[in-house]
T-cell receptor, first 117, second 112 residues
Framework: AQKITQTQPGMFVQEKEAVTLDCTYD???????LFWYKQPSSGEMIFLIY??????QNATEGRYSLNFQKARKSANLVISASQLGDSAMYFC??????????????FGTGTRLTIIP | SQTIHQWPATLVQPVGSPLSLECTVEGTSNPNLYWYRQAAGRGLQLLFYSIGIDQISSEVPQNLSASRPQDRQFILSSKKLLLSDSGFYLC???????????FGSGTRLTVV
């Protein structure tokens, strides 16, 4: 079974609108972390936001927030007031366990977001 | 500050030729290091990771190998490239369990 599932291969959103990128995950480990990365056309991977499995509140970083629904095993990324520069591939990723020195991440297949002016 | 350097940025190699991609990290010691491959339009697949000098773990059977001759140097190699080795290769180091990775700028490899 896929550990990280991103069901939206591509999305088109009008500039200034909010956008939600879906991510569901599968793990039996009670301790895990969820990450979102942005990959512009240049190819670099940019860390956006992190949510720990024991965190009580949803993570927020500027215009990014993570809608964490633990029972549903979903970790959707919400981008408020989208901008043209938000056009990129977005990857959801998961780390299982908290072993010191083990930060292996499993990535989803990504969602290509295009912001329309 | 912690930085990661990866080169070359692009590479076109014939089938059967050798490969060496290098990654170095600055501003940190004993980092956990990772090699990922991204096929066109796909997600990232973990190839190798290393928790110390000469300590390499392979995640998938393949035509590639990795080495870590120095604490902050991670090398991806192949003796004979296959067409299926084409892709975008990313090196990364771990920032701690809550912080994910810092990635290098990537190498786009085309095997012809």
């Amino acid at each position: 079974a896929q550990k990280i599932t991103q069901t939206q291969p591509g999305m088109f959103v009008q500039e200034k609108e909010a956008v939600t990128l879906d991510c569901t995950y599968d793990t039996s480990d009670p301790s895990y972390g969820l990450f979102w990365y942005k990959q512009p056309s240049s190819g670099e991977m940019i860390f956006l936001i992190y949510q720990g499995s024991y965190d009580q509140q949803n993570a927020t970083e500027g215009r990014y927030s993570l809608n964490f629904q633990k029972a549903r095993k979903s970790a959707n990324l919400v981008i408020s007031a989208s901008q043209l520069g938000d056009s990129a591939m977005y990857f959801c990723a998961m780390r299982e366990g908290r072993t010191a020195g083990n930060e292996k991440l499993t990535f989803g297949t990504g969602t290509r977001l295009t912001i329309i002016p | 500050s912690q930085t990661i350097h990866q080169w070359p940025a692009t590479l076109v190699q014939p089938v059967g030729s050798p490969l060496s991609l290098e990654c170095t990290v600055e501003g940190t010691s004993n980092p956990n290091l990772y090699w990922y491959r991204q096929a066109a339009g796909r997600g990232l697949q973990l190839l190798f990771y290393s928790i110390g000098i000469d300590q390499i773990s392979s995640e998938v059977p393949q035509n590639l190998s990795a080495s870590r001759p120095q604490d902050r140097q991670f090398i991806l190699s192949s003796k004979k490239l296959l067409l299926s080795d084409s892709g975008f290769y990313l090196c990364a180091f771990g920032q701690g369990v809550n912080y994910g990775y810092t990635f290098g700028s990537g190498t786009r490899l085309t095997v012809v």
